[in-house]
């Protein structure tokens, strides 16, 4: 009796640690569909202080290779950048006849050129501002909107601009936001006089409302200590044809323990907007600070690891399933602070997308860069395709399915992203095995699929830095393994759909994130990647980047990289890179260029070759 007793508790055991097959019902999972517009790519963070004089901080080496590396995700993974006291950059050069400004935009002018033609991002606007008028009326608020619109509508064209994105005063209820000592009625000429500028401008242009603006990044807390965001509220609900903002800002976080805080939160500030401002009920809304816990900059365990990457993910299919199911179809975006750089010697503990090392024993002084898991989860999901189902369970894993079908040529396209429930409070770092069957996949012999995946253990930069003791100035050996451990890894090469069915088994630390993308054979092979360029960091090391184009059916596996001194080309690396810039030691002057290899083991062209000479620093 004992043995059996025995026998029986140890299949328990093992049923618990090892799980049973999660089984997904392809067809049936995809039976209802809707478009999903990419609502997440969105990131922000602040200048550190002195904001008064920002514009050494914004020509910064590290600032700038923090921004290429965040504009370097495959499909525009990150495309918005939200940066508090951008305006700061803007002088002003001297006043008209009627005392109004006139500014000076040449360092904003070079910053926005890097950032737009170079890092692939497109800003966010924050009219916020340290400048000081000698009027500060609504005039002057207005005069400031409308020069910006204005100057950059003949660089770029508005409507490019009209891509931009516009926002109000960032938290303008609080002490630390409020430089300029608002009082309800300053803000109140500020906000009417920021929109009014913007619609003079766009008329000098086109005849067509184009611009909106957004506001009013509030965090909606007691009306006594945040008049201000609700009385902007208070006077739209109450004059709505003469309301200065277009789409609703706030801010909503969670605790620091589930992504389910974040929007249970969210959903108690809309239901009290709806109950409050029934005039307001068409008008879309953002959470443009939807981050798992205040503070980006103290330090926590969980922001190091795949726990923040799974939370970040969770959060973003949650708000896709309100919107699934209609509790949230005004949702127009989210937003995530997290593209701070962090500082020492909390190098992966912040709420940041990558991890900086600042090699101040080195001459002349660099900083090495390495991604967190975060950075990859986000690269990973910009595969997604544009119909999605609804955010789905089955046993104790959650998954979303996209799906992109060609009307030519019967082309199929399909990402499936599976991940685990994060609790930061509850520690579960073993090892267990996962099986999964995806079943009910259209019966065709032309498909193949892909599968990567990050977990807590083989793609954990962190770990790898605490087994060496967390050393100030890692070498060599450390940063190489940090490397090895930062992207995606490949759990399955491009293996053929037999019979429909997909079978994965493998063990994975949790929490964990896999990616499965799936393509017919008739999907065109690759656009060659364009705009290669080299950004050196030191005598012995460079960074290579480039750009490539957004793709509705993103078959692409890795790029490969190729080099010559003299005589004809080799390939240089061997190792599998999914984003869009590869770090490598190299001092021979020569020539590079790029080219992509797709699932189907199709080769772009090369893009056109970038060389250097000498190494400068």
Not at 8 to 13: D, E, K, N, Q, R
Not at 28 to 52: D, L, Q, Y
Not at 70 to 76: F, K, L, T, V, Y
Not at 493 to 501: F, W
């Amino acid at each position: 009796m004992k043995k059996i007793l025995v026998f029986f508790y140890c299949l328990i055991f093992i049923y618990l640690v090892y799980g049973r097959v999660n089984v997904i019902d392809y067809e049936k999972s995809t039976n209802v569909m809707k478009r999903m517009p990419k609502f997440w790519t969105n990131t922000g963070f602040a200048p550190t202080e002195p904001i008064n004089n920002v514009f050494d901080f914004f020509e910064t080496k590290d600032l700038n290779m923090n921004l290429e590396i965040i504009g370097s995700m495959p499909n525009n993974g990150l495309k918005y950048i939200r940066i508090h006291w951008l305006l700061n950059l803007i002088k002003i050069s001297g006043y008209d006849s009627k005392n109004q400004p006139i500014f000076n935009f040449e360092k904003l002018d070079t910053f926005l050129r890097k950032m737009i033609n170079e890092y692939n991002l497109l800003p966010v606007i924050e009219f916020m501002t340290t400048l000081k008028f000698k009027n500060m009326n609504k005039d002057s608020w207005k005069t400031l909107s409308y020069q910006i619109i204005t100057h950059y509508a003949e660089i770029y064209g508005l409507k490019n601009v009209a891509k931009w994105k516009f926002e109000s005063w960032n938290e303008p209820d609080l002490k630390n936001y409020n430089k300029l000592n608002f009082t309800l009625s300053d803000y109140l000429e500020y906000i009417y006089g920021i929109k009014e500028g913007l619609e003079l401008a766009e008329r000098n242009f086109t005849s067509k409302y184009i611009l909106k603006l957004r506001g009013p990044a509030g965090l909606f807390k007691d009306e006594k200590n945040h008049k201000f965001c609700w009385s902007v509220l208070e006077k739209c609900n109450q004059n709505i044809t003469n309301c200065p903002i277009d789409i609703i800002t706030f801010h909503r976080k969670g605790n620091g323990i589930e992504a389910n805080e974040i929007i249970d939160t969210s959903f108690t500030l809309i239901d009290e907007f709806s109950t409050r401002f029934k005039n307001l009920s068409k008008f879309k809304y953002s959470n443009t600070e939807a981050d798992p816990i205040k503070t980006w900059s103290q330090p926590r365990d969980f922001q190091s690891d795949t726990r923040y990457a799974s939370i970040l993910v969770e959060t973003i299919f949650q708000y896709w399933k309100a919107k699934f199911e209609k509790q949230m179809t005004n949702l127009e975006s989210i937003s995530h602070d997290n593209s701070f750089m962090n500082f020492y010697p909390n190098i992966f503990t912040q709420r940041t997308l990558l991890a900086r090392f600042q090699m101040n024993n080195s001459v002349p002084i660099y900083s090495q860069i390495i991604q967190k898991p975060v950075y990859s989860a986000l690269g990973l999901i910009a595969n997604l395709a544009k119909n999605a189902s609804n955010y789905q369970k089955t046993q104790n894993l959650s998954y979303l399915i996209t799906t992109h079908n060609g009307r030519k040529n019967n082309k199929f396209y399909s990402c499936i992203i599976i991940l685990t429930h994060v609790n930061t409070t509850k520690n579960n770092n073993r090892t267990k095995t996962i099986e999964i069957e995806i079943k009910n996949l259209p019966h065709r012999n032309d498909l193949h699929y892909f599968v990567e995946v990050i977990d807590n253990k083989r793609t954990n930069p962190s770990m790898i830095y605490q087994i060496y003791n967390k050393p100030i100035y890692p070498d060599q050996r450390v940063f190489e393994e940090m490397r090895k451990s930062q992207n995606p890894r490949i759990l399955e090469q491009p293996t053929q759909v037999i019979d429909g069915k997909i079978f994965l088994n493998a063990q994975l630390m949790e929490p964990f994130i896999i990616s499965i993308r799936i393509c017919s054979k008739n999907i065109k092979r690759p656009i060659a990647p364009f705009n290669l360029r080299i950004r050196q960091l030191n005598l012995q090391e460079i960074i290579l980047f480039w750009s490539d184009y957004s793709y509705k059916m993103r078959c692409i596996k890795t790029y490969e990289l190729f080099f010559k001194y003299e005589d004809d080309y080799q390939q240089i690396e061997t190792k599998n890179i999914p984003f869009l810039y590869y770090q490598l030691r190299h001092s021979i002057p020569g020539c590079f260029k790029v080219r992509s290899l797709d699932i189907n083991h199709q080769y772009s062209d090369f893009s056109k070759e970038t060389c250097f000479n000498t190494i400068k620093i």
